[in-house]
């Protein structure tokens, strides 16, 4: 006797999200499907929240060689997603380098909405290869908050940018009107780490990295994120400059250091923590888009760092709720 369901058009790793404004003024999920090895999972709201929170998860803890998962999301009109994981995302051994794992993220958010994705650093583990895209396409005043961020694997275990191969591809993509239908490009950002490469140029991957523990980029896009966007801008531009010299004397120091307003001691005591845990960043803008380039000595000094940020500025927590930072804390 035949099933009397319909077969399932979806396919293994098939993710999909609908947000939108409910009756009451929230944001709240219209839809939420997934097929192993994805899992979401979006905790029971509440009155308080300021957006819709969901957990991107695997079966397992981690991506097998050759998985493959595509979301698909939709944030409708002024309507609120963060979204956030529960640990590193951990890419296991690939049996050979043509079997590829992979994650791809597409994304469309409309007019006055926004989405902020912090989640937890991918961490590849020794001979993993893997390709992650997330495609970004947005309505004129949709505002984004993303982060794309790569450890050097199980440090416990010896390993240090021991995979095979490891690609992200983030592009940010503004739609064009209905009469005219064609999209622009914004931004294309592209990281490649293989190793194979590497050691065709003479040097083993590890030693390119020069000892850094995590590498991620933040990208930052719409009105909501003009603040922190400004607010990265405006501390790297005041970063000291690579062979600059102080010729102040310890009295004028101690002098301007007490006259310094709360904001520019925190900053004093920032530059120093990020030169005492080797933190390296820049911040640019692109086409409006306000685009971060950190790494760090270890996967907590970067967490640290890119976390002590954001809170200090206020607008993620102001907007989507103090969850929406989980991951960076």
Not at 97 to 102: A, L, R
Not at 154 to 162: I, N, T, V
Not at 258 to 268: I, K, L, T, V, Y
Request: charged letters at 25%; aromatic letters at 8%; proline letters at 5%.
């Amino acid at each position: 006797m035949g099933s009397p369901f319909p077969a399932s058009s979806s396919r293994a790793g098939d993710g999909r999200l609908v947000v939108k404004l409910s009756p009451a003024g929230t944001s709240s999920l219209e839809a939420m499907t997934y097929q192993y090895p994805l899992k979401l999972i979006s905790p029971s709201p509440s009155a308080e929240q300021k957006s819709v929170l969901v957990f991107i998860l695997s079966y397992g803890g981690g991506l097998v060689g050759g998985d493959s998962v595509n979301l698909s999301i939709h944030v409708h009109e002024k309507s609120k997603l963060s979204l956030v994981t529960q640990g590193h995302t951990k890419v296991f051994k690939s049996p050979s380098p043509d079997i590829v794992t992979s994650q791809t993220l597409q994304v469309r958010v409309d007019d006055d909405a926004s989405l902020c994705l912090l989640p937890d650093p991918v961490q590849p583990f020794e001979s993993s290869v893997y390709v992650q895209t997330q495609i970004f396409r947005l309505a004129p005043r949709a505002s984004i908050c993303f982060l794309d961020w790569v450890t050097q694997g199980r440090s416990a275990r010896g390993e240090d940018w021991s995979f095979i191969r490891w690609t992200g591809r983030n592009e940010i993509w503004q739609r064009g009107d209905e009469a005219v239908g064609k999209d622009r490009l914004l931004v294309r950002d592209t990281v490649v780490l293989s190793s194979p490469d590497s050691l065709l140029l003479g040097r083993p991957l590890k030693e390119t990295m020069h000892k850094t523990g995590v590498f991620g980029t933040l990208l930052l896009r719409g009105h909501l994120m003009k603040p922190v966007g400004d607010f990265f801008l405006s501390e790297f531009a005041a970063l000291p400059r690579i062979g600059a010299r102080d010729f102040r004397s310890a009295e004028d120091k101690a002098q301007e250091e007490a006259a310094q307003s709360e904001s520019e001691r925190w900053s004093s005591t920032r530059i120093e923590k990020e030169k005492e845990e080797d933190v390296l960043w820049s911040a640019a803008n692109v086409r409006g888009c306000v685009i971060v380039k950190f790494g760090a000595k270890t996967v907590e000094a970067g967490r640290n760092w890119i976390g002590s940020m954001l809170i200090r500025e206020g607008s993620i927590a102001q907007h989507f709720g103090s969850e929406a930072l989980m991951c960076v804390q």
